[in-house]
């Protein structure tokens, strides 16, 4: 039998409800016990490192994860993370970057309900992150409602459907069917060896557009010291450049060597600096474009970066590098 390993997080989960709501409070081993296919599936090793609602997840936390799987690759066949569903996308996409190349699967996978609920997805989510964890695969996924997606497309679609997260801008990983088989699509393997390059700077700003956006907003995040600073443009990365023009802001950030990135507020297909004068001034003035990545993977990815350089020149060179799939080359 397989060895995995199943680090646990807290989230939705493991919680149960308290006077002032729901809490994580349910241990990793207990959520093993609680499903009684496991025990013929793999032998199973529970480790707690985190015990926390995914809202309050932070950057340090993800590093803490990080280590934690790489002290482990070695000695597992797979590891599962339970995790909350809020902010497990940002935590798939940054442990994608600061862990490359990856021989065993890595999967991360939670509930829209607590394990103790009636009806909970929870049992069969775990269930199906262990049947996948056992495959061949390799790398960082979320598996959910029976599908498997890359850590770097993954996004939160739903706040309570089951059916909560979509693979953005790529198709799906593979797919777990009701008898159990696991269907793999695409099996990735890992290009080179394994490397844990656990490294973030979470001083970034992530500010959405909309008509009626005062400059000066801009301006004073760039007074504060960002390092990197993500905008949420109009379609294919629109930023206006008459009444309440942003250009003089972007020059700002030139000037100042802050990294400006832009995305797009549309949840499908690319952001294309070369279309419109709205975008192709932006672009001269040193934005540089998203592509296709969503704002999950942008944010950990400008993080990851930002711990490695803060040289605008080089910031650019790593966003258009793809790493782990997180954009169409």
């Not at 985190?50 to 482990?72: G, H, K, R």
Request: with cysteine; charged share 20%; hydrophobic share 40%.
């Amino acid at each position: 039998m397989k060895h995995i390993l199943m680090l646990s997080t807290g989230g939705t989960i493991a919680s149960k409800q308290t006077g002032h709501g729901l809490q994580p409070e349910i241990p990793g081993d207990d959520l093993v016990a609680e499903i009684t296919e496991l025990k013929n599936l793999c032998k199973i090793t529970c480790r707690q490192i985190l015990n926390l609602d995914s809202s309050n997840i932070q950057p340090e936390d993800w590093m803490t994860m990080a280590q934690a799987v790489c002290d482990a690759q070695n000695d597992f066949d797979g590891i599962v993370i339970t995790h909350g569903t809020d902010t497990m996308a940002y935590s798939a996409s940054a442990l994608s970057f600061m862990l490359q190349n990856l021989q065993i699967p890595v999967i991360l996978t939670g509930s829209q309900l607590s394990i103790e609920e009636d009806g909970t997805d929870a049992k069969q989510n775990i269930l199906d992150a262990f049947r996948t964890a056992i495959t061949e695969l390799c790398g960082i996924y979320i598996v959910f409602y029976g599908k498997i997606i890359r850590g770097t497309r993954a996004k939160k679609m739903f706040t309570k459907d089951f059916d909560a997260f979509h693979s953005i801008n790529a198709e799906d990983i593979g797919q777990i069917k009701k008898d159990g088989t696991v269907i793999i699509n695409e099996l990735v393997r890992p290009k080179n060896v394994f490397s844990a390059d656990i490294c973030i700077d979470p001083n970034i700003f992530v500010l959405k557009l909309v008509p009626g956006t005062d400059p000066t907003l801009l301006d004073t995040v760039i007074d504060m010291g960002y390092h990197g600073i993500i905008i949420e443009a109009f379609g294919c990365g629109g930023i206006p450049n008459q009444t309440r023009s942003l250009l003089p802001c972007l020059k700002k950030a030139k000037e100042h060597g802050v990294s400006i990135i832009i995305a797009s507020q549309c949840t499908y297909e690319t952001v294309d600096l070369t279309v419109y004068d709205v975008n192709v001034q932006a672009a001269k003035l040193g934005a540089i474009s998203g592509l296709d990545m969503t704002i999950e993977t942008l944010t950990t990815k400008l993080m990851w970066a930002l711990g490695h350089t803060t040289d605008p020149q080089r910031i650019q060179e790593m966003m258009h590098t793809c790493y782990s799939g997180e954009f169409r080359e």
